[in-house]
């Protein structure tokens, strides 16, 4: 096991607390939207908002995805090649047979 300095767990355990306080907050964000006058798309808006920047905290310190940025670009590319080839795969199979029965 790595020895760790009194210094370095007290910044860690700082910024889960930090990390803790924002969830909190935006869980009350959350439930003070629900009780506000704002149409059911604005409402929906909001709230999958501040769930977005909630999951992204969660994701990003407490699964230390915030130093794994070249490996989150690699399997975002991935997605993104998969997502191409799926939705026109389909397209460019059937160029040849349009129009025939």
């Known amino acids: 096991m790595t020895g760790h300095s009194v210094e370095e767990i007290k910044q860690e355990a700082r910024k889960y607390w930090v990390v803790f306080v924002a969830l909190v907050a935006l869980t009350v964000i959350t439930v003070g939207v629900s009780y506000l006058d704002l149409s059911t798309g604005m409402a929906v808006f ?10 992204g905290l969660v994701a990003g310190v407490f699964m230390h995805l915030i130093s794994e940025r070249q490996a989150i670009f690699a ?14 795969g389909p397209t460019f199979g059937r160029i ?3 129009g025939t029965s």
């Open 46 to 55: 909001v709230a999958l908002l501040v769930a977005c920047v909630k999951g």
């Open 75 to 88: 399997i975002l590319l991935l997605t993104v090649i998969f997502f191409v080839v799926l939705m026109f």
């Open 96 to 98: 040849g047979s349009v």
